[in-house]
């Protein structure tokens, strides 16, 4: 069954279903790339592991309990008395957890990078390490031949791509937005923003000089990872979406899904 949704399903931007969005859409897009690329160039996952201490679904976080001491005889001579012991103590232990990223990088068979394709994760979103972490890594990007391809289909959170703020709010609203950096080539940027009512675009995917550049659409990818995943079984459109939608897009969103059977 396909997504009720013409462009980006919102339900699938909840925290914990896009965990399984993310990693099925970016091994799509590897394989859309992997169809078309010309000889000499390759598209592989690769995880960027960086270190989180932010509580999460993964297991940072661990719970010790102490039996209780037994009462013992007070030392030296004279009568034995029972001790008072205190309650139980539940220890809390805050890990710092190895958290993998998981991007799509071009490379030459020869393992020269080329060109980076992040899809936007919660993590990259939220402030703290792992947000400056991902800003620091884009910014090394940025300053490189290398080109830097950005997918943010996430409302929550950071603004976090590469493109000045500034210059997506003189597109008027949007929804979500890709950002697409050609290496070497200052404060030049290609976007796209996107309302959550359009379907998803085609998309440039630069690859190194003298080769013409490689196109990749996001909606098919999108559809694909939708229907070759568990989304349309595990997802409840009945309830409402997190984050929660613009008023005029609510009242949209509820007319579609009940025009298609979902609600």
Not at 28 to 35: D, E, K, P, R, V
Not at 133 to 149: I, M, P
Request: hydrophobic residues 35%; aromatic residues 8%; glycine residues 6%.
């Amino acid at each position: 069954m396909a997504s009720p949704f013409p462009g980006m399903d919102p339900y699938l931007e909840d925290s914990l279903t896009w965990r399984s969005v993310h990693g099925a859409l970016l091994t799509t897009l590897m394989s859309q790339l992997n169809t078309s690329l010309p000889v000499g160039l390759m598209a592989v996952m690769e995880d960027r592991v960086v270190i989180s201490s932010q509580r999460s679904m993964n297991p940072d976080v661990s719970i010790i309990r102490f039996a209780t001491a037994p009462n013992r005889p007070q030392s030296g001579g004279g009568t034995a008395t029972r001790t008072s012991v205190a309650a139980d103590p539940a220890i809390y232990v805050r890990h710092e957890t190895p958290l993998p990223q998981r991007r799509v990088a071009i490379r030459t068979v020869r393992g020269e990078l080329v060109t980076v394709i992040e899809v936007l994760s919660p993590t990259n979103k939220r402030t703290g390490k792992d947000w400056e972490e991902y800003k620091n890594k884009q910014s090394e990007l940025l300053a490189s031949d290398v080109h830097l391809l950005e997918i943010d289909l996430l409302r929550g959170g950071e603004y976090t791509v590469a493109v000045p703020y500034e210059d997506l709010e003189a597109e008027g609203e949007w929804d979500y937005v890709v950002c697409l950096h050609y290496g070497g080539t200052g404060e030049e940027y290609e976007f796209w923003p996107i309302d959550l009512r359009q379907r998803l675009p085609r998309v440039h995917v630069p690859l190194i000089d003298g080769l013409p550049n490689q196109v990749i659409d996001l909606q098919m990818a999108l559809d694909r990872t939708y229907d070759d995943g568990p989304f349309a079984r595990a997802t409840d459109y009945r309830r409402a979406t997190n984050p929660p939608l613009k008023e005029r897009d609510a009242d949209w969103a509820d007319a579609l899904l009940r025009e298609k059977g979902f609600r």
